[in-house]
């Protein structure tokens, strides 16, 4: 049988594995669909919730600075500990962080790894950071998170958002005692500014703090305006505004004030820029036929992800894409979780029906971006064929479970994942063949 040699890709991919089956979904994906193709060079970090425990949190720090030196990364859903895991307990002694010296204490400092103590049943335990909080406050930049969909008419909704700041920044405290908490700031010069959010009882309570810098959200602006243009897709920017009107206010000014930069630029391309209040957005966004961007903050974008994710379409298909504000360093990863419940069955030897598109678009969006920075011709055509295989194995009715719901409710069985993943490689070996065989030119 007639072989196509398989393509050489010259710089190295940054790959974040995750927990539970996206794991294991990540490695049928590359046996299958890349390995056989792709000459692949990967630098891969386990970020387990049990590697990150184990390292101390070493690993996360090491492969952000990989992504940051090789700018394109690939990254697994990771879970956190429970609070009914953790109580009374330590999951590693912290003596490292507060006796011995971070060799990479100049880039991160302790607050990436361990936060104030919070309260975990009777005992305490210093808090293991989110990877996907440690990677986006050091990278920066905007989080673009696209809802695929595979229905008749509909187009991707891609769902924008800031990288640091909001909750990603949050500081938060709990408060055992009567008090008073304020917020403030002070100046350079020492100018303070107080604002007294809450005098507290005897009963206590919890506070939370969160920022955004001006220099962030004109940044984030500029990616949503420019992808927009790049999409040919609208751009609608929601916020809180009479809720909130020096924190949101500003946002939608800055937002308001870039505009004017691209306004010509959108009339040509018949493009329109607006403003929605958040709820009137998302009830917009559940009952259109996509085709837009939805630019927010990171708190209703987080909200927002989980609402579309089952209303528009399935979190099967959606992926979550972290640019940088130079538009070099990428991160992808499928907008899913670990699929704890389908990784059980996995364990106990029954056959799982987890949908992998998100896995497979994200290696597709990761490879596509490692092929504009190589200028990799033959690559792009690869992440083209890969696409088109997902689309044509739909289109011909071969869906997972989860998507099968989302198309016509469930009206037949889905494929397993074994089977539907053996159904792309067989399309994808056909495609590749015939476009190679044609393109070796290239």
């Given at each position: ?54 390292t ?22 990771t ?69 695929f ?46 604002k ?69 630029a ?16 998302m ?33 099967g ?102 089977d ?7 399309i ?15």
């Amino acid at each position: 049988m007639k072989t196509i040699q398989k393509i050489k890709i010259t710089n190295p991919i940054v790959e974040m594995e995750g927990d539970d089956l996206s794991k294991i979904l990540s490695e049928k994906i590359k046996t299958q669909l890349l390995d056989p193709h792709l000459s692949l060079p990967l630098l891969t970090f386990d970020l387990s919730l049990a590697s990150r425990v184990s390292t101390s949190d070493l690993v996360t720090k090491t492969a952000i600075l990989a992504l940051k030196q090789h700018s394109v990364g690939i990254k697994g859903p990771t879970k956190m500990p429970q609070r009914s895991v953790c109580a009374g307990s330590s999951f590693k002694d912290s003596v490292y962080f507060r006796d011995s010296v971070d060799p990479m204490g100049e880039i991160f400092n302790r607050r990436d790894v361990i936060g104030s103590d919070r309260s975990c049943g009777e005992g305490k335990i210093d808090f293991i950071k989110n990877p996907d909080v440690m990677i986006r406050g050091h990278v920066g930049g905007s989080v673009f998170t696209e809802f695929f969909s595979f229905l008749k008419g509909k187009k991707s909704i891609i769902l924008g958002s800031l990288a640091s700041g909001d909750e990603y920044g949050a500081v938060e405290t709990y408060i055992p005692y009567p008090g008073k908490l304020d917020l403030i700031y002070t100046s350079e010069n020492g100018q303070k500014i107080i604002k007294e959010l809450n005098v507290f009882d005897s009963v206590g309570g919890v506070g939370l703090a969160t920022f955004n810098a001006n220099d962030s959200a004109k940044a984030f602006a500029h990616s949503c305006f420019r992808l927009a243009l790049k999409r040919s897709y609208p751009v609608y920017f929601s916020t809180k505004n009479p809720s909130l009107p020096d924190y949101d206010g500003k946002l939608r000014k800055i937002f308001d004030e870039v505009y004017i930069t691209y306004a010509e630029a959108f009339d040509r391309a018949g493009l329109s820029y607006s403003h929605k209040p958040t709820g009137s957005m998302m009830a917009f966004a559940l009952n259109c036929d996509g085709g837009f961007i939805w630019a927010t903050n990171s708190y209703d974008g987080d909200l927002a992800l989980q609402v579309l994710g089952s209303g528009f379409g399935c979190l099967g298909t959606t992926i979550r894409v972290l640019i940088a504000d130079d538009d070099k360093t990428l991160q992808v990863e499928p907008a899913h979780g670990t699929f704890r419940e389908n990784y059980v069955d996995h364990l106990m030897g029954k056959e799982t029906t987890t949908n992998p598109i998100a896995y497979v678009l994200s290696w597709c969006k990761a490879l596509r971006h490692r092929a504009k920075l190589d200028d990799n011709p033959k690559l792009s055509v690869f992440c083209d064929l890969l696409e088109e295989t997902c689309n044509e194995a739909v289109a011909n009715g071969f869906v997972p479970n989860d998507l099968v719901l989302a198309l016509d409710g469930g009206s037949r069985q889905g494929l397993s994942t074994d089977d539907f993943i053996q159904e792309l490689q067989q399309i994808l070996k056909h495609k590749v063949l015939l476009a190679f065989d044609k393109k070796s030119s290239l």
